[in-house]
């Protein structure tokens, strides 16, 4: 049985909080704290991979708190986004 019940500023917060952790992990790699690194690179890219799939973790967790809780159709607005990314060229369904 599941004992979480996440709310919608709770996993704001949690996904900011991850955030962070992704931002300081790159940061930390790439010796802006000033600290001594002594990981090689595929260290540095699973130790950074790692943390970026905790943020989109929580923001899956998000989106079924708004799906859930707050009736957003997550499908609907996922079609829109594609939509918009398509729209600004950032993506194309060529597959030439």
Known sequence: ???LTPSLESTALKLMEEAGELGAAIGK???LSGERVDMDRQAVARAISQELLDVAQTAITMMFVLEEQHGVDIEAALTEH?????RKGYLSLDRD
Do not use: E, P, T
Request: no cysteine; charged share 45%.
């Open 1 to 3: 049985m599941d004992r």
């Open 29 to 31: 790699f790439r010796g």
């Open 82 to 86: 594609v939509r918009k990314l398509i």
